[in-house]
């Protein structure tokens, strides 16, 4: 599945499936077919998503940080980081927070 989120107070974000599916069990929805984020629960989701994001990073950082003391080197990251899957829908939530517009998708 491919979510298309829309907003009166932005451009549209897409995400594939299991990254769209993701992001909604962090800020505490339900991976379906449609769906709304309503402007009263956008700050909780936006400190969510960030506390996540700080949490993958800082474990990134840990993880290279004990390879390095073991002389070993960590792996690169493959594909999207959390940071990269989540900003352009933390940005939304903030332009449509301003403009009191509620997100939706599959509508």
Request: proline share 3%; aromatic share 4%.
């Amino acid at each position: 599945m491919i979510y298309k989120f829309k907003s009166k107070a932005a451009g549209d974000v897409i995400m594939m499936g299991p990254a769209g599916d993701d992001v909604l069990r962090l800020i505490g929805k339900a991976a379906a077919a449609q769906g709304i984020i309503e402007v009263a629960g956008m700050a909780a989701a936006i400190a969510v998503l960030e506390q996540a994001v700080a949490a993958d990073e800082s474990a990134r950082a840990e993880a290279e940080s004990a390879a390095k003391a073991e002389g070993k080197k960590v792996a690169p990251r493959e594909g999207v980081t959390l940071r990269q899957r989540a900003w352009p829908l933390v940005e939304m939530m903030k332009r449509s927070m301003s403009e009191s517009a509620e997100i939706v998708w599959g509508v």
